[in-house]
C-alpha cells in the first residue's frame, strides 16, 4: 500500500508564513503529479498546486500566486507547500495528492493524505 503523511499545519497570525510538507511511502516505483488541495469549512475541496515529476509547477491558483510556492523531493518522495503572506481566506485543511505507480506495469493511482488543519486567525 502506499501512505502520505502531510505535517506542517498549525495557527498562524495574518502575514505570516507555514510550511506543509507530505511525504509518500510504501510500495512505490514511481510519482508522476503531486499536489495540494484544501477545502475551507462549508466549500468544496479546491486545488491550490500542483508539480510535474521533473519539478516544475504546472498549476498554482490565482489566490495564492506570489504567496505560496510548491515544490518537491524526488528522493524523499515529499512534496511541500510555501505558504507566505497567510490571511484569514487561506484557513482550510489541506490535503495532499500524489499520482503513484506501484509497479512499473501498473496504472498510476491517485492517493491522498489525512489533511492538515491551517488556521490564520490573530
Known amino acids: 500500500q502506499v501512505q502520505l503523511v502531510e505535517s506542517g499545519g498549525g495557527l498562524v497570525q495574518p502575514g505570516g508564513s507555514l510550511r506543509l510538507s507530505c511525504a509518500a511511502s510504501g510500495t512505490i516505483f514511481s510519482i508522476n503529479t503531486m499536489g495540494w488541495y484544501r477545502q475551507a469549512p462549508g466549500k468544496q475541496r479546491e486545488l491550490v498546486a500542483t508539480?510535474?515529476?521533473?519539478?516544475?509547477?504546472?498549476y498554482l491558483d490565482d489566490s495564492v500566486k506570489g504567496r505560496f510556492t510548491i515544490s518537491r523531493d524526488n528522493a524523499k518522495n515529499t512534496v511541500y507547500l510555501q505558504m507566505n503572506s497567510l490571511t484569514p481566506e487561506d484557513t482550510a485543511v489541506y490535503y495532499c495528492?500524489?499520482?503513484?505507480?506501484?509497479?512499473?506495469?501498473?496504472?498510476?493511482?491517485?492517493?491522498w493524505g489525512q489533511g492538515t488543519q491551517v488556521t490564520v486567525s490573530s
Open positions: 495528492n500524489a499520482e503513484v505507480k506501484r509497479l512499473p506495469w501498473v496504472s498510476t493511482i491517485p492517493y
Open positions: 508539480i510535474t515529476s521533473g519539478g516544475s509547477t504546472n
